[in-house]
């Protein structure tokens, strides 16, 4: 789980060749379902930035909309299986919960075993408006940490974009694009993709 407080974990390609990528690299394909009403710009910057923070540890994405900003029909990925190398991200408009059992307002959360996470659109534009952040920036970073979570379990770091609590030090690094995984982790994100596609041609 990210929270601003923060907790425990609990289509066209948008990194490609440009991004250095050998023809034969991993993806990860990520479902986006929108039931929160995302301006499409913000949606367009979060899965732009996210491409790039996960480019940065060798993994490209696949962005697809299954709800929200969808164009023409509905993509058949949608409808399958949530199989190995697929997540599935949910934006929602709130916490479905009570925030205060957490000790801090969520921005989003990680269903490990499930391979599915959700963020939490109106505490990202309340932290994005009190950092001087676009709503799209700080949705990317969320979003970022959550599928790390999928990828990587539900442990925190104690810097970076894995840390459990983002401080205004890692605020301003996001206005500048700095705040990235650490070297372990973008050693274990690259591993992280191939394995689960590894597994899934053994079933």
Not at 1 to 10: D, E, F, H, P, R
Not at 23 to 46: C, I, N
Not at 118 to 135: Q, W
Not at 150 to 170: C, E, N, V, Y
Request: with cysteine; net charge neutral.
């Amino acid at each position: 789980m990210l929270m601003a407080a923060l907790g425990t974990a609990c289509a066209a390609f948008a990194a490609d060749a440009r991004q250095g990528f050998p023809p034969d690299s991993q993806t990860l394909t990520v479902l986006v379902y929108d039931y929160a009403g995302v301006a499409e710009s913000s949606l367009d910057d979060m899965e732009t930035l996210s491409a790039e923070l996960l480019s940065r540890a060798g993994i490209r994405t696949h962005w697809v909309h299954c709800l929200g900003h969808q164009e023409g029909s509905r993509p058949p990925l949608c409808d399958a299986n949530l199989d190995t190398g697929r997540k599935l991200l949910r934006i929602l408009a709130t916490y479905p919960g009570d925030p205060s059992k957490l000790g801090g307002d969520p921005l989003g959360m990680a269903v490990v075993e499930n391979r599915y996470a959700s963020v939490y659109a109106s505490d990202i534009h309340k932290y994005a408006d009190r950092h001087g952040l676009p709503a799209g920036t700080l949705m990317a970073y969320a979003v970022t940490h959550e599928i790390g979570h999928l990828l990587l379990g539900r442990s925190h770091s104690p810097t970076g974009i894995m840390r459990g609590a983002w401080g205004k030090a890692d605020y301003r690094d996001m206005a500048q694009r700095w705040l990235g995984f650490g070297p372990t982790e973008r050693q274990a994100l690259r591993l992280a993709v191939p394995a689960e596609q590894r597994l899934a041609r053994l079933k």
